[in-house]
């Protein structure tokens, strides 16, 4: 009696946007090999979510700032899964999570003025920082945490602050209330 294959869900998926090779990754030669075609499986796996994300933005689709971005984004997704296709799984993860970067700090610089309201998408930058850690290296994680932590300083001290955030710096007697949380998380 022979034995039945099974072909792992999604591997359709993995066929088309990854790498020769990458559902089976675990049947590798070497270490590296292995690494490489597990993150490139990643790479092909979060895509679609980051591709996906940028819909729920649509209530602000009168916002030009917000269509540049969210079409930006889209394609970029689009983009980083042909490089991922063709082996260059760095390529596409660096391009994914700077794409998540620019729709983030293109949402918050569209706006013009820094409000209160805004500090809580300062947060958004833990998202991108969790793909760096999925999806590179750890020697990457310091240069995109410290770049998270210099758009964030930036903007607050950078931007024009609404009247409400200069309100709420005066209550709290310092600007730490606006930036101390997204740099911790």
Do not use: C
């Not at 999925?134 to 240069?143: E, G, K, P």
């Amino acid at each position: 009696m022979e034995q039945e294959r099974t072909k792992p869900q999604g591997s359709w998926w993995l066929r088309l946007t990854a790498p020769s090779g990458t559902a089976n990754y675990g049947q590798a030669n070497n270490r590296a090999e292995r690494e490489y075609l597990r993150r490139a499986g990643l790479t092909s796996v979060i895509a679609p979510f980051i591709f996906i994300a940028p819909l729920l933005l649509v209530q602000q689709a009168a916002d030009y700032g917000t269509i540049i971005a969210t079409a930006s984004l889209m394609f970029l997704v689009v983009l980083a899964l042909i490089f991922n296709r063709n082996g260059k799984q760095v390529t596409a993860a660096l391009l994914l999570v700077l794409a998540m970067d620019g729709a983030i700090e293109g949402a918050l610089l569209s706006a013009g003025t820094l409000a209160s309201g805004w500090l809580l998408t300062f947060d958004l930058f833990a998202i991108p920082l969790v793909a760096v850690a999925v999806l590179l290296s750890r020697r990457y994680l310091w240069f995109f945490a410290v770049l998270h932590i210099a758009f964030i300083l930036g903007d607050f001290y950078l931007m024009p602050h609404a009247k409400d955030l200069n309100d709420l710096v005066a209550l709290w007697h310092g600007s730490a209330i606006a930036f101390a949380r997204p740099i911790i998380v």
